[in-house]
């Protein structure tokens, strides 16, 4: 299977975004806690040169818990601020703010050095699509935001909210594109909703998902779908079809629909309803 794909806007977008990193102090940003280094993009580090840095787990509710803790230290280790959250929830943002002023604590110094009080930090959210950029933004500006209106040199009608009086945030989040040379990392992104369902196919991807949770977490298969060991020795493609037969998925003639079922498990995946699971972890292999 090959995923290759970098649509030709995104470079216009990169470009765009380079200008909008002049404008701000803090980058916050935002992957996905079930694959964080997968929904990484790597150009991040140059877009973002020396600009200060939160890196955000966020969609925490869907991963593992004890692989969240993992990739948390894993961050931590990598000199990152970090903090995990699920950005629906506004109780989770409170910690955020926390870890906000820590990654900016410098740069207050430098202006308090100069005199400079108050001057709040200019933020921007960047991240993968569907990795949760807008649900982050709405939480953490809430309802009580206000506008500040178009600044010079801010391109494309962008405009700040004023958070509080210690964060201003860019109100158009920067968009990156994953970059996937690596056909693993296309898979997970492709399981996670960030890239298009039809690059891959829904049932290579069922199948794909069904053979690492049959690796990681084989109790959810027996839970879910009942799918006995047995069952889940013979491989994807056989829980596949049982689970077709379990859930009545079937096209006319009695014929199994095995596409039906594959966009079943999947949904069941994003959705939360197979449970907290994480696709990769800090040390393991890529797979
Ligand atoms: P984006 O701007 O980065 O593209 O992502 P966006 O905020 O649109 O979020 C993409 C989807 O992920 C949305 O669901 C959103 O509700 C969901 N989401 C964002 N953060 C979290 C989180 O921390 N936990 C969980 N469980 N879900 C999260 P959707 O189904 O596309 O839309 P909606 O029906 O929820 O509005």
């Known amino acids: 299977m090959q995923v290759q794909w970098y649509p030709g806007h995104m470079t216009k977008a990169k470009r765009a975004m380079k200008e909008d990193m002049k404008l701000v102090d803090l980058v916050v940003e ?34 593992d818990a004890k692989a ?37 604590r410098e740069k207050t110094e430098r202006d308090r050095k100069r ?32 506008k500040t209106g178009n600044r010079p040199g801010v391109t494309r009608g962008n405009q700040w909210i004023r958070l509080s009086k210690e964060v201003e945030l860019l109100d158009t989040p920067g968009i990156l594109w994953p970059k996937f040379e690596d056909e693993q990392v296309g ?17 290579e991807l069922s199948l794909e998902l069904l053979g690492r949770l049959e690796e990681r977490y084989p109790e959810t298969l027996e839970l879910r779908y009942q799918l006995t060991e047995a ?4 491989g994807p493609v056989h829980m596949l079809t049982e689970i077709a037969r379990f859930r009545n998925c079937v096209l006319k003639g009695n014929e199994l629909d ?18 907290a699971i994480t696709l990769e972890l800090p040390d393991q292999e890529q797979g």
Do not use: H
Request: proline share 4%; aromatic share 4%.
């Open 30 to 63: 935002i992957l996905d806690a079930r694959a964080p280094l997968s929904s990484r993009n790597p150009d991040i580090d140059e877009l973002s040169g020396n600009k200060a840095r939160l890196v955000l787990l966020n969609k925490a509710d869907l991963a």
């Open 68 to 104: 969240n803790k993992i990739w948390e230290q894993y961050f931590l280790e990598q000199g990152c601020i970090t903090a995990r959250v699920d950005a629906r929830k506004r109780s989770d943002m409170k910690p955020v703010q926390n870890a906000v002023r820590e990654a900016c």
């Open 115 to 146: 005199g400079i009080k108050n001057r709040p930090v200019r933020a921007m959210v960047v991240g993968i699509p569907n990795v949760g950029k807008s649900t982050f933004i709405n939480s953490f500006a809430g309802r009580a935001c206000a």
């Open 187 to 203: 898979i997970k992104l492709a399981l996670l909703g960030s890239v298009k369902d039809e690059i891959l196919g829904m049932e």
């Open 231 to 234: 069952e889940r020795k013979e």
């Open 258 to 275: 095995l596409e039906k079922a594959a966009r079943l498990v999947i949904d069941d995946f994003r959705s939360g309803r197979l449970g």
